[in-house]
């Protein structure tokens, strides 16, 4: 058992009672057809069910399972990278707990890893048991992401991907707080290729990625990697200014021909409260990006582990 894993799996969990031991007879099983050693990193994101117990059990039934847990809840995304950071595998392959991402394409990943690509992204061809309104949005967001980024972010790929160890060692060294872990293994280049595949439904359970959590994974996604609501803020202040100038110009031109139009504090409540919506609009594009820098500046650490199993002969 204290052999190098030639493949690390890392799963985020939280709340998965569920589904985790279909997720480990699953992913076992596809891993042993490998023939190769490997490793299944869990990562316990302040769990408050029984999915920490039954780690454990997995991890005293099977010594190749380890276990990270948390002090508290610290995301998805913090947690991924907890993973990766703890991984000790050649080929590290990232994917959710849930049995969306189906353990039995990790052999494709690994495929093209043997090929000579160093970062394998999976892409949903399809997503089977989600709403109309979750698949409009997840393709909307792609697209916007993919359009307004300065880094080629594949569209319909999700966090399920393998990564070879230099790219998982070039990752450890970005310790920004607000992660997109999708961009920035992209970010960080070397060889990329795709695979499609079909995304199954959820296995059991509920989603953990209600729409207040996606629209602020969005947010996540777009000020890591773009500048554009910045620049839009000031777009939006030369359009308010100029039509600011012609209003004035406008207001002239019909005072001195006698007009009664513009008579009245209707159109200066109308005014104020416009160039008021732009200014606070503006003011709080920048404050998320202010909000981001003083979270860097404080350097506080991404997460705290309470206790982590199986790592001993690392």
């Known amino acids: ?26 992913t076992s099983a596809a891993l042993d057809k ?26 005293a039934r099977d010594p190749r399972v380890k276990v990270v847990n948390f002090a508290r809840n ?34 494709d990943l690994l495929a093209k890893w043997r090929e000579g690509f160093e970062v394998v992204y999976a892409i949903r061809s399809e ?47 970005m310790r920004e707080k607000h992660r997109f872990m999708r961009g920035l293994s992209v970010w960080v280049g070397f060889r990329q290729t795709g695979v499609k595949y079909a995304r199954a439904e959820r296995f059991a359970g509920e989603t953990k990625y209600p729409l207040k959590k996606m629209l602020r994974f969005a947010l996540d996604g777009i000020t890591s990697f773009s500048y554009l609501p910045l620049q839009v803020a000031t777009y ?8 600011a100038v012609l209003g004035i110009i406008a207001t002239i031109i019909l005072r001195l021909s006698g ?39 404080k350097g506080r650490p991404l997460y705290i582990v309470r206790e982590a199993l199986g790592f001993e002969e690392a």
């Open 1 to 26: 058992m204290g052999n190098h894993p030639t493949i690390s799996v890392v799963a985020p969990v939280f709340n998965e009672e569920a589904i985790l031991p279909e997720f480990y007879r699953r």
């Open 34 to 59: 490998l023939g190769e050693p490997w490793e299944l990193v869990l990562v316990n994101d302040g769990c408050r069910d029984r999915s920490p117990e039954i780690m454990v059990e997995l991890h």
């Open 74 to 107: 610290f995301g998805h995304q913090v947690a991924i990278t907890a993973g990766a950071d703890y991984a000790r595998g050649d080929a590290v392959v990232v994917m959710d707990a849930d049995l969306q991402d189906p353990p039995e394409v990790i052999p």
């Open 127 to 173: 997503r089977k048991g989600e709403t109309w309104f979750k698949e409009f949005t997840a393709k909307a967001f792609y697209r916007i992401i993919y359009r307004i980024t300065d880094i080629d972010i594949p569209m319909d790929a999700g966090d399920f991907r393998l990564m070879d160890r230099k790219v998982v060692d070039a990752l450890k060294t």
């Open 236 to 243: 939006v202040g030369f359009v308010a200014a100029g039509l």
């Open 259 to 297: 007009s009664e139009a513009f008579y009245g504090q209707a159109t200066t409540l109308v005014s104020v409260l416009f160039l008021g919506g732009v200014q606070l609009i503006s003011l709080g594009i920048i404050g998320e990006y202010l909000g981001r820098i003083y979270d860097e500046v």
